[in-house]
């Protein structure tokens, strides 16, 4: 599989509109001021809360994340004189800063709000605590500026194994992962699988919004595995344990017969095991790529079976030559 | 793969776009030839040769195709594929 050359999708930024847009329902988020500057841009996926910078010291300040504004931050700002604030945050409002996101629906001080809303920097409040707006902020933008990319290929959950299937036009992935959804395994994605790295060594599978659980089979046309098998044999995500590459039987090449090397494939810059498995008529890949599934499964578990049959065979001539 | 790379940006210019009857018809004439198909819209690219792939990119009528072929014949297969995209798919055009 050519995994070096895909084209790799990352957003360099989002604007704060689609983080309230998105988080909305989660976190319950209300605009409180600057909605002119709805569209400032976030960078950077992580947040910082700003207590450091509202008390003067700006060296290092992470001015270009979300700045969330918790009970220390608005209780600091409330005890200091009105020519201080006012100093201070002209300080800090002289950075480029995309928004602020107060938690617990607090109230901030009015001189606040009013610099927010002369410099355009929009103020989103939530009346959940600080942790939660930290940590969902955080794992929301984690998520949307995870590299993506789209492969032809097929994807199942297989005994628990996310499987992703890729081989040229014709080689019968569509009709292996029929027969595996036949055997009560799980579609994910066929002919267009979404990869996504998530927390950098993770990459998942997802379904395409546009075509879901459809599939095209040679001779039948369009079926939707959902309506036909049920929504127990599909899921719209499933992170990658291995990939198997169908390819047509060629007499000359050299199949792994052993299993001894396990050969690896980097997909968005993660090792990901890869299996080379020969088609032919009368081959049943189906079956093949579930006993690959389990095999994987053991490994996993410690238990290398033609590690540990080479061994027990080492062993034996060791015995022999004493 | 080995060969050479023929690539063309070409316009959907039929009235319905891109949808399930001209995707068919686009892998028909894409399967034949030897050479790796990828069509690009935006930054979504997928495999000429796969109908839900071209589904994806739901490709109404004006938008704008980036069409790669890389392998021995593809040249022939970019004209091929240029030929039935500016034909409309045999579909009603909009004037």
């Given at each position: 599989?050519?995994?070096?050359?895909?084209?790799?999708?990352?957003?360099?930024?989002?604007?704060?509109?689609?983080?309230?847009?998105?988080?909305?329902?989660?976190?319950?988020?209300?605009?409180?001021?600057?909605?002119?500057?709805?569209?400032?841009?976030?960078?950077?996926?992580?947040?910082?809360?700003?207590?450091?910078?509202?008390?003067?010291?700006?060296?290092?300040?992470?001015?270009?994340?979300?700045?969330?504004?918790?009970?220390?931050?608005?209780?600091?700002?409330?005890?200091?004189?009105?020519?201080?604030?006012?100093?201070?945050?002209?300080?800090?409002?002289?950075?480029?800063?995309?928004?602020?996101?107060?938690?617990?629906?607090?109230?901030?001080?009015?001189?606040?709000?009013?610099?927010?809303?002369?410099?355009?920097?929009?103020?989103?409040?939530?009346?959940?605590?600080?942790?939660?707006?930290?940590?969902?902020?955080?794992?929301?933008?984690?998520?949307?500026?995870?590299?993506?990319?789209?492969?032809?290929?097929?994807?199942?959950?297989?005994?628990?194994?996310?499987?992703?299937?890729?081989?040229?036009?014709?080689?019968?992935?569509?009709?292996?992962?029929?027969?595996?959804?036949?055997?009560?395994?799980?579609?994910?994605?066929?002919?267009?699988?979404?990869?996504?790295?998530?927390?950098?060594?993770?990459?998942?599978?997802?379904?395409?919004?546009?075509?879901?659980?459809?599939?095209?089979?040679?001779?039948?046309?369009?079926?939707?595995?959902?309506?036909?098998?049920?929504?127990?044999?599909?899921?719209?995500?499933?992170?990658?344990?291995?990939?198997?590459?169908l390819e047509e039987w060629n007499a000359t090449a050299a199949y792994d017969r052993t299993g001894l090397i396990d050969e690896y494939v980097t997909v968005l810059g993660v090792k990901i095991p890869i299996l080379l498995i020969p088609v032919r008529p009368g081959r049943n890949i189906a079956i093949i790529v579930e006993v690959a599934a389990l095999n994987y499964r053991l490994k996993e578990l410690g238990v290398h079976p033609a590690q540990q049959l080479n061994q027990r065979l080492m062993n034996l001539m060791s015995d022999e030559d004493a | 793969m080995e060969g050479t790379t023929a690539e063309s940006e070409l316009i959907i210019v039929n009235t319905l776009g891109l949808h399930a009857r001209p995707a068919a018809k686009l892998v028909q004439t894409a399967l034949p030839f030897k050479s790796d198909i990828y069509i690009r819209l935006n930054s979504h690219r997928v495999n000429a040769k796969s109908i839900m792939g071209l589904l994806t990119l739901a490709a109404a009528q004006g938008s704008r195709l980036q069409v790669t072929c890389t392998g021995p014949d593809a040249e022939q297969a970019l004209e091929a594929i240029r030929a039935l995209v500016d034909s409309g798919f045999g579909e009603e055009t909009w004037k």
């Open positions: 599989m050519d995994t070096q050359n895909l084209p790799v999708n990352r957003k360099q930024s989002i604007p704060v509109a689609r983080l309230l847009d998105r988080m909305s329902e989660e976190l319950e988020f209300e605009v409180i001021g600057g909605y002119q500057g709805i569209g400032r841009p976030v960078l950077i996926s992580d947040v910082n809360r700003p207590g450091l910078a509202l008390s003067g010291y700006l060296d290092y300040f992470a001015n270009d994340r979300v700045q969330i504004l918790g009970n220390t931050e608005i209780h600091y700002m409330e005890q200091l004189s009105s020519a201080l604030i006012q100093r201070r945050l002209e300080n800090m409002f002289s950075f480029e800063i995309p928004a602020f996101v107060l938690s617990r629906d607090l109230r901030p001080r009015a001189i606040f709000l009013d610099m927010c809303n002369r410099m355009g920097i929009p103020v989103l409040r939530s009346r959940r605590s600080t942790d939660e707006v930290i940590s969902r902020i955080i794992v929301f933008l984690a998520e949307e500026f995870s590299p993506e990319t789209i492969v032809h290929g097929t994807a199942l959950d297989c005994y628990g194994v996310g499987c992703l299937i890729v081989g040229a036009p014709g080689v019968g992935k569509s009709e292996t992962a029929l027969e595996l959804v036949e055997r009560g395994h799980r579609l994910v994605a066929d002919d267009v699988v979404t990869l996504r790295r998530r927390r950098e060594d993770n990459i998942y599978a997802e379904t395409s919004p546009v075509i879901e659980h459809h599939m095209e089979i040679r001779g039948i046309g369009i079926i939707d595995v959902k309506s036909v098998y049920g929504v127990g044999r599909v899921r719209n995500s499933k992170r990658i344990g291995m990939v198997i590459e | -």
